[in-house]
């Protein structure tokens, strides 16, 4: 019981990328609005009951949404070190503001419309419950996805050696890793579904309107 008491203790953080282009979309995804809320605040809020410590990882010239500021002593915000390198540039800065004493560390993509606190805690049960597990990734269609995923902090900070080795792909995160995959039920694709285009977006307002 005492060696289970002291793993459901282990830190937990979260990193969420709103630093992309959203070239397809030809606005910021991030702050799109979605009901009251940007999609940007949408998914902080669902992380915010399970991560102690939330880090989002900005554009050099991106603003934080207002909305935010409800939580700051949670949030911390940075801010891409090069211009346009891809998401493992972004894990690489997020993981130098992180705690040192992390244990596991949601990263999330900023384009997650449906994502919920329930699917991330199903995330994080699964790594506690496997030794030896580096990530447990979402996986859809066969596709493992890097962007809705919970690592060991010790594994997520080797991202900056991965760039040192002209890796630019957040899979190589998972090259090096011993990986279990998280399949939703057919009835719940549509939690780690994200959107791209403006078409995928107003399907989403749709779909949330039901």
Not at 204 to 209: I, V
Request: charged letters at 20%; one cysteine or more.
């Amino acid at each position: 019981m005492a060696a289970n008491s002291e793993r459901e203790q282990v830190p937990v953080s979260a990193v969420i990328l709103a630093g992309g282009l959203s070239s397809r979309m030809g606005t910021d995804k991030a702050l799109l609005p979605i009901n009251d809320e940007t999609m940007l605040e949408r998914i902080a809020r669902v992380a915010e009951p399970i991560a102690g410590d939330l880090v989002i990882m900005l554009s050099q010239s991106m603003l934080l949404p207002s909305g935010l500021k409800f939580n700051q002593h949670k949030i911390l915000i940075g801010r891409d070190k090069e211009k346009e390198q891809g998401p493992l540039q972004g894990i690489a800065d997020a993981c130098s503001l992180l705690p040192k004493k992390n244990g596991y560390v949601f990263v999330l993509s900023c384009d997650l419309p449906f994502i919920s606190t329930g699917w991330l805690q199903r995330l994080l049960d699964e790594i506690k419950q496997n030794k030896g597990i580096n990530a447990v990734c979402s996986q859809q269609d066969g596709y493992l996805n890097p962007l809705v995923a919970v690592y060991q902090f010790s594994t997520l900070n080797k991202a900056r050696y991965l760039l040192s080795q002209g890796k630019r792909s957040c899979l190589a995160l998972l090259d090096i890793s011993h990986v279990i995959p998280l399949t939703p039920a057919d009835s719940e694709k549509r939690l780690i579904s994200n959107i791209n285009t403006p078409e995928e977006y107003q399907q989403a307002l749709r779909l949330l309107e039901q």
